[in-house]
């Protein structure tokens, strides 16, 4: 249909206007789904091969897609100096956040193992480290906290009256707590992957899932002043716990342990020199320098040759057992307590795992899938919860690390696991006496990816306020009413904010863009052009329920017709027209009964002339009345003159015209009096309720008898819904819909004559108006 002219820039169109009827005789829309029906797509589900078995079992288990094709001389080099160097690192991660979950250090090692080797069958991220995480270890730890607190393990000692923690007790039922609730994260998130709805982590925007964890890592610093100033701080839960926690630590100052704070103060000296040259030297060092170990070695030498813990009351780790423990199954009763606890941390977690993986999968060009991520996080969690470990999420330094330092397959999970094995076995028993401020800096020093986010404030602030709001509100939600409730309320504000946005959509008059056929909003551009005797109405968004009626208000407000008077004048016109018939109707009586009174005869008979006259009065009375319902059926939309493609019915618009001289005349529409033709441009609709399809219906109703009202839709779908839910019909019909708002402007043109209307050159334009030209200054197109 396009020609192109050798050597030009310019690209010609030459075609007839489309609507949505012609439109699909052109394009030959298909009568038929080219999708197979539901019996057979289900039968197709249902029907095995071996290889649609292949594919399930690598697809379940994708470690047997990637092992067989490892290669020893491109991989294992480097995944070995990065499985060492993540495993290095689990050792003061494990120790530290498993405090943060409220258990024993000894079951962060174990956190930083078995999962781990679970991940390597089922994961399909080659970089993220699976393990412990401050933000995740902080919600376990305010269950096991919330259900096993001090004051329930408190007995009196039968010397001094004196009350005694019992700390064999407490640990042992806040690991049962803290295993139970990892088993059923697991069991969510495993049935989450097999149903497919890894979606679901779309619902957590970006600035939420950052304000979320900015608020949760304030948190974090909060619960481990106690570990930095050795003090004693009360447990508090609920709302505002954060705040009284606070007001606790301040309360108990006086008492701090100045060995606690000397320890606290050394360690982040070292600990943030050190990682700071990392980061300066990174691409000069062949691996970062491992300041937590190295850290945890020194201070863990120091407290016992120094005798920190007796002398000075330095909190330290305490008893490390050596060796693994045997599989316990999870308290099922515990799970109806903290069944919200575990959907909210499932879901944290999750789409801390997809975001990481889909990073890292993105710079590296691979691809992660989401539903099999939530089987792998939801596999490494139930399988860890029965050799009870806590939570496991991927941690953003640790993938990182693994990342920088020559990582490229799940072996590196492999070779860190095999490190923690040892240190299990082996080496953990030797770090009894490391002091919890010690690891309570290796918290702090770790959070600092998570409190660079502070620097999305003005970033938002100069992009989206609306995002900016989501992270502000998160991150104070977060802060004062818990992890699990300040989650649900910005997750609820988040859809809040989408639902306002979509019920407050930007709306436009559009006008053409001169030489083109290009429409824009005239507010927008300067050179735009509004058409003159046109409306072109379009919406940012999609119409639905919410903002229907702010639609109307919109296209009355921006079109400048009032549509209360085109109502009322509708109502005056057939109260007019009832009160003329009445008239004429009790004038044709008076006027029969005149003629029957004067043409009786004597004897009753009546002259045949007279006879004549009175019929002919009838025939006229008849006349009169037929007039007036034909004029009511047009008014009430049951003669469609706009479409009619018959010649012979007269040119297409004369009755409108009519019409609105008569209806110019009272002279109430004011500046509206020169609009003929309203276009709405549904193109950004990408669906159609029923609010909308009686919306559209009103609005047809409402204006036709003053503008010609056309539609412009282009997504097949909402096309095809106005069709299902009925709306083309007679009074409607469905060559009102046109492909593109040049089409129906051209269509209003033929309907309403080029009468001092100048929109087209001579040069844009050939043919009648019935045919479209288009010129577009550009590059060379082929068609």
Not at 54 to 74: A, E, H, I, N, T
Not at 222 to 236: A, H, P, V
Request: charged share 15%; glycine share 8%; net charge neutral.
């Amino acid at each position: 249909m396009g020609v192109q002219e050798p050597g030009s820039s310019e690209f010609y169109v030459d075609r007839n206007v489309l609507n949505e009827i012609s439109l699909d005789e052109v394009a030959r829309k298909r009568t038929f789904s080219i999708k197979p029906p539901l019996k057979e797509r289900v039968k197709d589900s249902l029907r095995c091969s071996v290889p649609k078995l292949k594919r399930s079992v690598l697809g379940f288990l994708p470690v047997l897609s990637w092992l067989p094709r490892y290669s020893l001389r491109d991989n294992a080099l480097g995944d070995l100096t990065s499985g060492i160097s993540v495993g290095i690192m689990h050792l003061p991660m494990g120790l530290a956040y498993s405090l943060l979950a409220g258990t024993p250090p000894v079951y962060g090692l174990y956190t930083s193992f078995y999962p781990v080797l679970v991940y390597i069958i089922f994961g399909t991220s080659k970089h993220i480290s699976m393990g412990t995480f401050a933000v995740t270890s902080l919600m376990v730890g305010t269950v096991t906290q919330t259900l096993a607190p001090n004051s329930n393990y408190m007995t009196l000692n039968g010397t001094n009256g004196t009350a005694v923690l019992d700390s064999t007790a407490l640990y042992n039922d806040r690991v049962q707590i803290a295993s139970s609730l990892t088993v059923l994260c697991g069991i969510f998130q495993f049935a989450m992957g097999l149903l497919q709805v890894g979606f679901i982590a779309t619902y957590l925007s970006d600035p939420l899932v950052r304000g979320y964890t900015t608020g949760a890592g304030i948190q974090v610093v909060l619960s481990q002043l106690s570990s930095t100033f050795g003090i004693s701080t009360s447990l508090y839960t609920g709302p505002l716990s954060q705040v009284y926690l606070l007001i606790d630590v301040c309360r108990h100052l006086p008492m701090t342990n100045i060995g606690a704070v000397v320890i606290t103060l050394v360690s982040l000296v070292v600990l943030i020199t050190v990682k700071e040259l990392n980061t300066c030297y990174a691409k000069k060092l062949p691996a970062p320098i491992p300041i937590e170990l190295i850290v945890i070695i020194v201070g863990t030498i120091i407290s016992y040759y120094a005798n920190l813990n007796g002398l000075y009351k330095v909190a330290v780790v305490g008893q490390i057992p050596r060796g693994l423990l045997a599989p316990r199954n999870p308290d099922i009763s515990l799970w109806g307590s903290v069944a919200g606890s575990a959907f909210a941390l499932a879901i944290v977690g999750y789409a801390i795992s997809i975001s990481l993986g889909k990073t890292f999968g993105l710079k590296h060009g691979y691809k992660v899938d989401s539903n099999q991520e939530l089987i792998a996080l939801g596999a490494c969690n139930l399988v860890g919860g029965f050799f009870q470990c806590h939570f496991v999420t991927p941690a953003l330094s640790r993938s990182l690390l693994q990342e920088t330092t020559g990582g490229k397959t799940q072996m590196v999970g492999l070779v860190s696991s095999v490190f923690m094995l040892i240190i299990i076995l082996e080496i953990g028993t030797l770090f009894q006496q490391l002091p919890k401020a010690v690891l309570a800096c290796i918290v702090y020093v770790n959070l600092k990816g998570i409190f660079v986010q502070f620097w999305d404030i003005p970033a938002l602030w100069k992009s989206n306020k609306v995002d900016l709001m989501v992270w502000l509100v998160t991150l104070v939600c977060t802060i004062l009413l818990n992890l699990d409730m300040g989650l649900a309320v910005a997750v609820a504000f988040s859809i809040i904010t989408v639902i306002v946005r979509s019920q407050l959509p930007n709306y436009y008059i559009l006008g053409r863009v001169p030489g083109t056929e290009i429409y824009l909003d005239i507010d927008a551009y300067e050179e735009v052009k509004e058409i003159p005797g046109v409306i072109i109405f379009r919406s940012s968004t999609t119409m639905y329920y919410t903002n229907a009626e702010l639609y109307l208000d919109a296209l009355q407000k921006k079109s400048g017709i009032d549509t209360g008077k085109l109502i009322t004048q509708k109502k005056k016109r057939e109260a007019e027209e009832k009160r003329q018939a009445k008239t004429e109707e009790n004038k044709a009586k008076k006027e029969a009964k005149k003629l029957r009174l004067n043409g009786h005869l004597p004897n009753g008979t009546v002259h045949p002339e007279d006879d004549i006259d009175l019929q002919k009065a009838s025939q006229d009375l008849k006349g009169n009345q037929l007039s007036i319902i034909l004029t009511d059926r047009a008014n009430n939309g049951q003669v469609n003159w706009a479409f009619e493609k018959s010649s012979e019915a007269g040119f297409p618009g004369d009755d409108l015209k009519t019409q609105k001289s008569s209806t110019n005349g009272d002279g109430e529409m004011g500046s509206s009096h020169n609009k003929h033709t309203l276009i709405l441009d549904l193109s950004t609709a990408s669906f159609v309720d029923t609010v909308t399809l009686k919306t559209l219906r009103n609005i047809f109703c409402i204006y036709w008898t003053h503008c010609l009202t056309l539609f412009v839709s282009t997504p097949v779908c909402v096309v095809e819904q106005l069709s299902i839910a009925g709306f083309f019909c007679e009074s409607i019909p469905k060559s009102c819909l046109f492909a593109t708002v040049h089409d129906a402007v051209l269509h209003s043109l033929r309907v309403h004559g080029d009468k001092d209307i100048i929109l087209y050159d001579y040069a844009l334009v050939s043919g009648t108006f019935w045919n479209l030209s288009l010129r577009i200054c550009s590059f060379p197109i082929n068609i």
